[in-house]
């Protein structure tokens, strides 16, 4: 049995979870979400638990098993309090800014970098050298943050460009100033 697939998933007050078929939807106060399962997944809300069950031990249903339990998770997490990823921008010179819906960023580049917000993606601006991403969908908060980071990946000589706040960046040594001949 998945040890995670079994586990139900508490649905917190605030939040409505429906199931039609194989379509999960999870309403909260920060939005909706809608996913469509695996049809052979067995969803069910008992009271304010859901509740995933597969059908057979094959290797495709275990695999499912878990997997449909944390998405299902994810969603519920999302609609009640929501998701939010925070880049850190190091570097001299290196900093971004807020403008209307558009992130704009100096990154070493002989021009500014601009990203759009996208539908569902909120960017916050707190400081120069720090990016905040929300949103309510897991899998798009990460895939935004992911899209930013790629914009200048940090370096492991110096450390310059945009890291996840969390990141360790593993740091290499200079040239080795050997004697000369």
Do not use: W
């Not at 039609?20 to 052979?40: C, F, I, N, R, Y």
């Not at 998770?73 to 819906?101: C, D, F, P, Q, T």
């Not at 200048?152 to 200079?174: F, H, Q």
């Amino acid at each position: 049995m998945s040890r995670i697939g079994r586990m139900p998933v508490a649905i917190p007050a605030g939040v409505t979870v429906a199931v039609d078929g194989s379509k999960v939807t999870a309403k909260g106060p920060k939005g909706e979400l809608t996913q469509v399962m695996h049809p052979d997944m067995i969803v069910s809300v008992e009271g304010n638990m859901v509740h995933v069950a597969r059908p057979s031990d094959d290797k495709l249903h275990r695999s499912l098993h878990g997997l449909t339990r944390s998405l299902i998770h994810n969603m519920v997490v999302g609609v009640s309090e929501g998701y939010k990823k925070e880049l850190e921008i190091n570097g001299v010179g290196y900093r971004a800014a807020k403008a209307g819906n558009q992130l704009q960023m100096n990154l070493g580049y002989s021009h500014p970098v601009n990203v759009d917000e996208i539908p569902g993606i909120t960017i916050e601006v707190p400081a120069p050298n720090k990016i905040i991403i929300h949103g309510i969908d897991k899998q798009k908060v990460g895939q935004f943050a992911a899209e930013v980071r790629e914009k200048r990946p940090p370096e492991p000589y110096k450390g310059k460009g945009i890291k996840y706040a969390d990141e360790v960046i593993r740091r290499k040594e200079g040239k080795a100033g050997g004697k000369k001949k």
